[in-house]
């Protein structure tokens, strides 16, 4: 309960805070769902009312009567306009009552490699059919399985998720690797030097999966030193910290914006040929820890914003929570739905910090900046802003495979973005469902000013006779706009 009237309260920041689990699951067993802000919003007169003491008619057990205190809280709430507000950040920690702790590959000694290395080989060395062996696990991913793609929707994190996981069981089923956990490669840091031997630096076809990609292919990845180069280059690590900042499910994925799926993607191109489709990108040992990274970023996210369990996750969701209920929730071919994702804690895994982070690193949601803000929270233009260019209108079903935007300025590079894709994109129902894209740039406004910008298209991974740079008319003739972004006051 309130222990006292807040004055100024925030969804965020107090109110979600008064619904618990029971609350939830006993409304939705009437038809009303509370889990969200705009389900609360909307009913919240109805509710103010119907748990005002002293005759509260809600909650129906005595002892979870609200307070006088916490009911004027919540009419304060609606008195000042239903103030979105942010939640009070806490430090991340890994719980202690979990099997699995996923560790930093940079933290990792000899004796661990050296289990690790059994682990992989143990499911390399598997029969091609066998269901637990490196490459049907590999093959799920894209080709050669039937292609389930939940890339760039709300699915993409449970969906990956779950697979790390898939691959993390085979790994432990080898005889001695019983206690193996997946490192994560934290994408900020150079990749481990022990990626690069075997097994870690390449894994050969035994079978075809495409044409494109036959029995014998061999994956292959650019060196330690130009990954690094390639990560700096991207802005990468400057996009992971956009998104953990924003205390909102959908600004924190954002798809093609400035959220980790952003990151996700231009990480993938940065690491070189094999990953940066999603053709045969599993099939790079380099894959399963470069995704264990992104799982630990979203677990992470989720302890900042107070976002752990499926009835505080709800609380950050503002638009469909579609993709947490049945029959959408589903991640194909896993049994395991989206929704049972969301306590990782629950499944008996977390993950460490990463080497070179102080364990008293305090996050922070005070400096998320976005395109545009509710009037009724203020706006803040900061000194030295920054602004997002958006390339707005890309068809990518014209496009075979994963492509970088390129924004210049006076025809000085200013920034690069990646588009994670098959080279069959019209084959994919998803990527036909969201044919039409948009690309962002995150840039200081004086990088901007008094100068001519300009973008071209260019496939990565070209297909043969395919140019490697689109003219932007024949991919949707895309137009460029140009927002500053801005901040709560």
């Known amino acids: 309960m309130a222990e006292s009237e807040i004055e100024n309260p925030t969804y965020l920041g107090d109110i979600r805070q008064f619904f618990d689990p029971v609350d939830l699951k006993h409304m939705g067993q009437l038809g009303i769902d509370l889990s969200t802000y705009a389900a609360l919003k909307e009913r919240a007169t109805s509710v103010y009312f119907q748990t005002k003491p002293p005759n509260a008619s809600m909650p129906p057990e005595a002892a979870r009567k609200w307070s006088v205190e916490r009911s004027e809280t919540f009419a304060n709430w609606i008195r000042n306009g239903f103030p979105l507000g942010e939640p009070t950040p806490t430090i991340p920690t890994t719980p202690l009552n979990v099997d699995r702790v996923r560790k930093d590959a940079n933290a990792l000694d000899q004796g661990e490699i050296d289990t690790l290395t059994r682990a992989f080989q143990g499911v390399m060395d598997r029969d091609p059919a066998d269901p637990g062996g490196y490459f049907v696990l590999a093959g799920l991913h894209w080709f050669p399985a039937p292609n389930e793609c939940l890339h760039h929707e709300d699915r993409y994190n449970p969906w990956h998720r779950v697979y790390v996981t898939r691959f993390e069981d085979a790994l432990r089923s080898v005889p001695g690797c019983e206690s ?53 280059a991207d802005g990468i690590v ?26 996700h993607d231009t990480g993938h191109g940065a690491i070189g040929p094999t990953m940066s489709t999603p053709d045969a990108a599993a099939f790079d040992p380099i894959f399963w820890f470069f995704h264990a990274n992104w799982d630990r970023v979203w677990w992470q996210w989720q302890q900042i914003m107070g976002a752990t369990t499926l009835t505080s996750f709800r609380s950050t969701i503002l638009g469909s929570t579609d993709f947490l209920e049945s029959p959408f929730n589903g991640l194909p071919p896993f049994e395991t739905t989206a929704d049972e994702t969301v306590d990782l804690s629950a499944m008996g895994i977390s993950y460490t910090q990463p080497a070179g982070q102080a364990p008293d690193f305090v996050p922070t949601v005070s400096r998320a900046r976005l395109g545009s803000l509710r009037a009724v929270e203020g706006i803040r233009v900061d000194e030295a802003p920054q602004a997002s260019v958006r390339l707005k209108g890309i068809d990518r079903l014209s496009i075979p495979g994963s492509f970088r935007a390129i924004l210049r300025a006076d025809g000085e590079l200013i920034g690069r973005r990646t588009f994670f894709q098959s080279t069959e994109p019209v084959d994919c129902a998803n990527c036909r469902e969201r044919a039409k894209i948009d690309l962002d740039f995150l840039v200081n406004v004086d990088e901007l000013l008094g100068k001519s910008l300009s973008a071209s298209i260019e496939v990565i991974l070209p297909v043969p006779e395919f140019p490697a740079t689109i003219p932007l008319a024949a991919c949707g003739d895309p137009t460029l706009n140009v927002r500053l972004l801005v901040e709560r006051s």
């Open 180 to 232: 193996v956990t997946l490192p994560y490669w934290d994408i900020s840091e150079r990749p481990p030097e022990f990626l690069f031997n075997p097994p870690f630096a390449s894994y050969t076809l035994p079978a075809d999966i495409h044409n494109m990609y036959p029995a014998g292919y061999a994956t292959a990845r650019f060196d330690r030193d130009k990954i690094t180069q390639e990560v700096a």
């Open 238 to 263: 400057d996009i992971i910290a956009h998104a953990m900042q924003q205390p909102m499910w959908g600004d924190f994925i954002t798809f093609v914006g400035f959220g980790i799926e952003a990151a």
